[in-house]
């Protein structure tokens, strides 16, 4: 592999962010996350990571793999994804997520008066949700009373984070989070960790265990395999985003010499002349008419 390699991994390849945030060795850094997204008043202190997993009932039912799956202190289940690219449906695939970690929770026999654990998704999105003409950084889902104004349950809440709207230099970034995302998007092209960040020992702590050369001999070929998976990726992302909007143009002009052919019918020329003078095909003007 012919890849170059950076002082720091990059933390939006599978390996990297699993690396990164998956590891009991280094799990100050998801504890400083989640504390960061769904902390709250009483801060996480302790994560236990389950299995990735979730198999179906039967051997026909699809097996579900989570980027990272954790259970919290007070029992509260957490799934966090990492999606670098973009997927009609993620908003319906995050809550199939959810509901299939709920639905686990069901206990066969008669004694089971359903009484749930919160499951939680945390959604890091590293492209732009089409479809939503408010775009935020953050955006924060629950099960919600449209009369009361109220949320109807806590069993079920989701963050979306849209890493590309974080459009603030190092300085900028004021908060935990903030800082988090800021390195999830630029720790690749990196040589130290900002010193604005350095203040928080988990940083600190980062700018050591998530360097290249701190890897050992199978965790580094591991890492280029996955930095190749993920250029790859983005390559063929970034092709089908230049043929996209090489189609939109083309869809443009088609139209923009359909509308000149239409106030020319209406003015009375010939379908002969303005075919001539707009490269439109007779069939195409008599569509028009």
């Not at 202190?73 to 997927?87: A, F, H, L, S």
């Not at 203040?199 to 980062?206: A, G, N």
Request: charged content about 30%; hydrophobic content about 35%; some cysteine.
């Amino acid at each position: 592999m012919c890849e170059s390699i950076s002082t720091y991994i990059n933390p939006l390849t599978d390996f990297g962010f699993k690396y990164i945030f998956g590891r009991y060795a280094d799990k100050e850094f998801i504890l400083s996350f989640l504390n960061a997204v769904i902390g709250g008043e009483t801060p996480i202190t302790n994560v236990i990571f389950i299995d990735k997993e979730k198999k179906g009932e039967s051997k026909d039912d699809r097996a579900l793999i989570y980027d990272l799956h954790c259970e919290l202190e007070d029992g509260r289940k957490i799934i966090v994804e990492m999606q670098n690219r973009y997927q009609t449906h993620f908003d319906d695939r995050a809550v199939f997520y959810l509901a299939a970690d709920i639905y686990a929770q069901g206990e066969k026999g008669e004694g089971w008066d359903y009484k749930l654990t919160p499951v939680y998704g945390v959604f890091l999105m590293n492209f732009e949700w089409k479809g939503y003409k408010e775009q935020h950084l953050r955006e924060d889902v629950c099960l919600y009373n449209m009369q009361t104004k109220r949320v109807f349950s806590d069993k079920m809440g989701m963050t979306f984070l849209k890493i590309p709207m974080l459009d603030k230099n190092a300085d900028e970034c004021k908060t935990t989070l903030e800082r988090w995302l800021y390195l999830l998007k630029n720790m690749e092209k990196m040589e130290t960790i900002p010193q604005t960040f350095m203040k928080e020992p988990v940083f600190r702590r980062l700018g050591k265990v998530a360097r290249y050369a701190a890897l050992n001999e199978k965790d580094k070929q591991a890492y280029k395999a996955s930095l190749k998976a993920y250029r790859d990726s983005y390559a063929i992302a970034e092709t089908e985003r230049k043929e996209g909007r090489a189609e939109g143009r083309a869809e443009g002009r088609a139209e923009e010499k359909k509308d000149i052919a239409r106030k020319m019918l209406s003015e009375g020329f010939t379908s002969e002349v303005i075919s001539s003078l707009t490269g439109l095909s007779l069939n195409e003007i008599s569509l028009l008419l």
